[in-house]
């Protein structure tokens, strides 16, 4: 399973992965840990992220950059108008109102959706990840701004599908940053909360977030951004400044060309950031513009007056952050800035100023939210074990219900679903009394944001139909899930139907027999993040008593009487529930049919890259076939060449070198194939006399020196090969000096032939005729000698038997033996001697018996 982490940005993106030792950064194609989020179309082929980049300057009109910025949002909104007046590219509007970007891709116009470019920037993060891991990437961790809309996070969602991803979560920005940061501490307090403001100013937004962190967790307490608010401003800034000064001094107008507008948005971004280091500096740029060399100088102060309405702009979202946290700056103990734009000096002295601390940078600006992501992906993957730590996060809006009450000339009722800060992930069920199918909306409301639309969704709940005709009991669920994105899960209708049971039995039964038939008891929020949602009656009261008429939320679940305990009465009731149809419609959302007509189109504009780069690598091979042949023809292989073959091979190669940059340089891979293997035909052969020539004296010498090894080994007087006979040594002898004469005669033969000319002694024939004689030779001379014969022990002479019988022993003397055997005198020692002497004659008893 991939543990990845993803930081989006508007300018460029990072990707982290999670190893046992911690996380690491990777590294794209040309070893630089960011990738620019730039997606160029050529002729042939697509050129994303770094070599996109580089392609930009050349191609500046097919080259579409900052897509975050068009991700999600309708054509007509005010900000995205801004932000189309300084693209080099064409950006229309689509028959759904939302933007349409416009390249010229494989010889003619096409049109791209935001949500698919966005795809190609996630299948070149994906294409490093693999190549870093070796693995196939599939679940990973996407971090988005807190700001994103439930359209534009669906809009993310729907490029990794697109891409071939799969989001275990997007990821708050600023939470990533939070996490990063404390995850590694050891010193969080265990009572008193430490609150610690991030201050995040990127390319396109600034983001603040304060979070109050105790051991093992953190909680996001307030939110709050500028989504038009970063160092492309500044660039900005400095691009006018610089765009009229050239006008008014060099009469011409960057304006008028895409090309010198590129470039001297490139050239102020760098001048940028030298002044973050320096009190000045200078700009210089050659041809820019009707060959024209322009030249530019500024001061730190020129550029803080030229930039004072974006640097208003800084307080209003730390304001705001310290207001929704409820605290004042004392209360905030440390200020951390991380982000690409939070390197100029006027930023940082308006942050001072306002919490009155110094801000701190004890986390890798640029790298923070990728970490925090890939950590983020770590905790929800089972492959890794992380340290315990509890991450609290808030949704910055508030998410409402609302429906039409089924009596007519009636206002729609609405009710707050997800508060602003309520957790992620949560849901929430609601009870409404309907007679028939209703709708739905989900909405924003309190955003304080023009940019966000009100209605998310609308959702057609029904049909159904109470069996006893009256209104019906409908429980409604309504998620937020970990992406952020709001669902109705499910639509239940609930009947209650009494059901006769004997007395007896009923009395008999236990308990929770009656709970299970009932509707389910409302989740207790302690347990996790399912929140049943309960109004008393009395929040509607400009409804009275006809609140259940027009579908207002049930009082509590609780009220049913079948929730009671069991109790010895005649009958009870039980709940049947019917799952009711829930129909989706989400505005501005992809269909799952154009989703599916996406994943097609991603696929093969990939395999299309894929045949143009080996297409490149077959046309790079002949060429380098061709120069490199060239050079070994007048240096190494001069002399295994006739001097006609020479002549002809260097002109056919002259001929090959042409016709790549004339007719042959936009040829199909199939060409360049054909075309390496006919240059082949007539450079092999040459390639492997000189091969043979290098290799031929040390196989030579192997030979000689195995048919020697052989021979003195059956011509030794070794002891070791005593035993293997005569004749099978004369068969080595004879073996061997049929190898010898073999290789005389061809040495003879080859040392006759000039170099040039194709080898009779080839470098197999010797390997092979090696491996026949060891083949034959070793196993003789490796004869293992035959085991030594068992020898047999030497026969003694038996025991001469008595010619007298032993004369039987009276009882007198049977005794007088007995008591000097257990008397401790010389005889008893004799006794043991000869008993010893008895027992070394039985086994030579035994071997003569066995003899």
Same mark, same amino acid.
């Given at each position: 399973m991939s543990v990845v982490g993803f930081d989006l940005g508007n300018e460029?993106?990072?990707?982290?992965?999670?190893?046992?030792?911690?996380?690491?950064?990777?590294?794209?194609?040309?070893?630089?840990?960011?990738?620019?989020?730039?997606?160029?179309? @050529?002729?042939?082929?697509? %050129?994303?992220?770094?070599? @996109?980049?580089?392609?930009?300057?050349?191609?500046?009109?097919?080259?579409?950059?900052?897509?975050?910025?068009?991700?999600?949002?309708?054509?007509?909104?005010?900000?995205?108008?801004? +932000?189309?007046?300084?693209?080099?590219?064409?950006?229309?509007?689509?028959?759904?109102?939302?933007?349409?970007?416009?390249?010229?891709?494989?010889?003619?116009?096409?049109?791209?959706?935001?949500? $698919?470019?966005?795809?190609?920037?996630?299948?070149?993060?994906?294409?490093?990840?693999?190549?870093?891991?070796?693995?196939?990437?599939?679940?990973?961790? *996407?971090?988005?701004?807190?700001? %994103?809309? +439930?359209? $534009?996070?669906?809009?993310?969602?729907?490029?990794?599908?697109?891409?071939?991803?799969?989001?275990?979560?997007? =990821?708050?920005?600023?939470?990533?940053?939070?996490?990063?940061?404390? *995850?590694?501490?050891? +010193?969080?307090?265990?009572?008193?909360?430490? !609150?610690?403001? %991030?201050?995040?100013?990127?390319?396109?937004?600034?983001?603040?977030?304060?979070?109050?962190?105790?051991?093992?967790?953190?909680?996001?307490?307030?939110?709050?951004?500028?989504?038009?608010?970063?160092?492309?401003?500044?660039?900005?800034?400095?691009?006018?400044?610089?765009?009229?000064?050239?006008?008014?001094?060099?009469?011409?107008?960057?304006?008028?060309?895409?090309?010198?507008?590129? /470039?001297? /948005?490139?050239?102020?971004?760098k001048l940028k950031k030298v002044l973050s280091a320096n009190p000045e500096a200078p700009l210089n740029i050659e041809c820019l513009m009707d060959e024209k060399d322009v030249r530019g100088f500024i001061k730190r102060d020129e550029f803080e007056q030229i930039s004072a309405p974006v640097l208003e702009?800084?307080?209003?979202?730390?304001?705001?952050?310290?207001?929704?946290? @409820?605290?004042?700056?004392?209360?905030?103990?440390?200020?951390?800035?991380?982000?690409?734009?939070? /390197?100029?000096?006027?930023? *940082?002295?308006?942050?001072?100023?306002?919490?009155?601390?110094?801000?701190?940078?004890?986390? !890798?600006?640029?790298?923070?939210?990728?970490?925090?992501?890939?950590?983020q992906c770590a905790i929800l993957s089972p492959t890794f074990k992380v340290r315990e730590f509890q991450v609290n996060d808030g949704f910055p809006f508030s998410i409402a219900l609302s429906w039409k009450p089924d009596s007519q000339n009636s206002a729609p009722q609405q009710t707050i679903?997800?508060?602003?800060?309520?957790?992620?992930?949560?849901?929430?069920?609601?009870?409404?009394?309907?007679?028939?199918? %209703?709708?739905?909306?989900?909405?924003?409301? +309190?955003? @304080?944001?023009? $940019?966000?639309?009100?209605?998310?969704?609308?959702?057609?709940?029904?049909? =159904?139909?109470?069996?006893?005709?009256?209104k019906a009991k409908l429980k409604v669920k309504v998620r937020l899930n970990i992406h952020g994105v709001v669902t109705i899960d499910s639509a239940t209708m609930l009947e209650e139907e009494d059901m006769e049971v004997p007395v007896s039995s009923l009395s008999e039964a236990p308990k929770d027999a009656t709970k299970m038939d009932t509707d389910d008891a409302p989740s207790d929020p302690s347990s996790g993040t399912d929140v049943n949602m309960q109004e008393p009656k009395s929040a509607d009261t400009t409804e009275g008593t006809t609140a259940a008429e027009n579908g207002a939320q049930d009082s509590a679940e609780t009220s049913v009487p079948m929730e009671t305990d069991a109790k010895v009465e005649p009958s009870k009731k039980k709940v049947k529930k019917t799952v009711v149809p829930v129909e989706e419609l989400v505005y501005g959302a992809l269909p799952s049919a154009e989703l599916e007509k996406a994943v097609e189109k991603e696929y093969e504009m990939a395999l299309q890259d894929r045949v143009m780069e080996e297409t490149k690598e077959k046309k790079n091979a002949v060429e380098s076939y061709v120069y490199d042949m060239r050079n070994k023809l007048y240096d190494k292989y001069n002399d295994f060449v006739a001097s006609e073959e020479k002549e002809g091979l260097i002109a056919t190669l002259q001929e090959v070198e042409d016709w790549l940059y004339e007719d042959g340089e936009d040829e199909t891979k199939g060409v360049y194939i054909a075309k390496l293997e006919e240059l082949k035909k007539s450079g092999d052969p040459i390639e492997a006399r000189y091969k043979e020539w290098m290799e031929r004296g040390s196989v030579v010498e192997q030979l000689v020196y195995c048919i020697h090894s052989f021979r003195e080994a059956a011509l030794s007087n070794d002891q070791k090969f005593e035993h293997i006979d005569i004749s099978d040594k004369q068969k080595v002898i004879n073996e061997c000096s049929v190898a010898e004469n073999w290789l005389r005669e061809k040495q003879q033969q080859q040392d006759a032939l000039p170099k040039h000319a194709n080898p009779v002694l080839l470098v197999s024939d010797l390997k092979k005729k090696a491996e026949t004689l060891d083949r034959f030779c070793k196993p003789i001379m490796t004869k293992p000698k035959p085991a030594p014969k068992p020898q047999t022990p030497p026969q003694t002479p038996p025991p001469q038997p008595e010619t007298q019988a032993p004369e039987p022993q009276t009882p007198e003397q049977q005794q007088n033996g007995a008591g000097a055997a257990g008397e401790p005198s010389s005889e008893g020692g004799a006794q043991e001697a000869s008993g010893e002497q008895m027992d070394t004659d039985k086994p030579e008893n035994s071997a003569e018996a066995s003899a």
């Open positions: 460029s993106c990072i990707v982290a992965v999670a190893r046992q030792r911690g996380i690491d950064v990777v590294l794209n194609e040309e070893s630089k840990r960011e990738t620019p989020a730039i997606v160029c179309f @050529g002729d042939k082929q697509r %050129f994303i992220g770094t070599a @996109g980049a580089a392609s930009s300057t050349m191609n500046p009109k097919n080259s579409i950059s900052q897509i975050k910025r068009l991700l999600g949002r309708k054509f007509s909104d005010p900000e995205l108008q801004s +932000d189309i007046g300084s693209f080099p590219f064409r950006v229309t509007e689509g028959p759904d109102g939302f933007p349409l970007v416009h390249a010229r891709f494989l010889g003619e116009e096409r049109t791209f959706t935001p949500t $698919q470019l966005l795809a190609m920037v996630l299948s070149n993060l994906k294409g490093i990840a693999e190549g870093n891991l070796n693995a196939a990437v599939v679940d990973c961790c *996407i971090g988005i701004p807190v700001y %994103f809309s +439930d359209l $534009q996070r669906r809009a993310v969602l729907d490029a990794a599908t697109i891409a071939g991803l799969r989001p275990l979560r997007l =990821f708050h920005e600023t939470t990533a940053t939070a996490l990063a940061y404390g *995850i590694y501490k050891t +010193d969080l307090p265990e009572q008193d909360q430490l !609150n610690v403001a %991030f201050v995040d100013v990127g390319h396109a937004s600034m983001q603040v977030s304060i979070v109050g962190y105790k051991k093992g967790q953190l909680k996001m307490l307030s939110h709050a951004y500028d989504r038009s608010l970063g160092g492309r401003d500044f660039d900005e800034a400095l691009f006018k400044h610089f765009a009229a000064k050239f006008k008014e001094e060099y009469k011409i107008d960057v304006y008028q060309n895409a090309r010198a507008c590129l /470039r001297l /948005r490139i050239a102020c971004e702009r800084v307080k209003g979202p730390l304001e705001k952050a310290l207001t929704e946290a @409820g605290l004042t700056t004392e209360n905030v103990h440390f200020v951390e800035v991380v982000g690409s734009g939070s /390197r100029v000096p006027a930023i *940082i002295k308006i942050i001072t100023d306002f919490f009155g601390k110094e801000p701190r940078r004890t986390m !890798n600006a640029s790298e923070c939210v990728a970490r925090g992501c890939a950590l679903v997800f508060p602003k800060g309520n957790a992620i992930p949560s849901f929430k069920a609601l009870t409404l009394f309907k007679s028939s199918t %209703f709708e739905v909306d989900v909405l924003y409301v +309190d955003t @304080g944001d023009l $940019q966000i639309p009100e209605k998310i969704s609308t959702y057609t709940i029904g049909p =159904f139909q109470h069996s006893k005709g009256e």
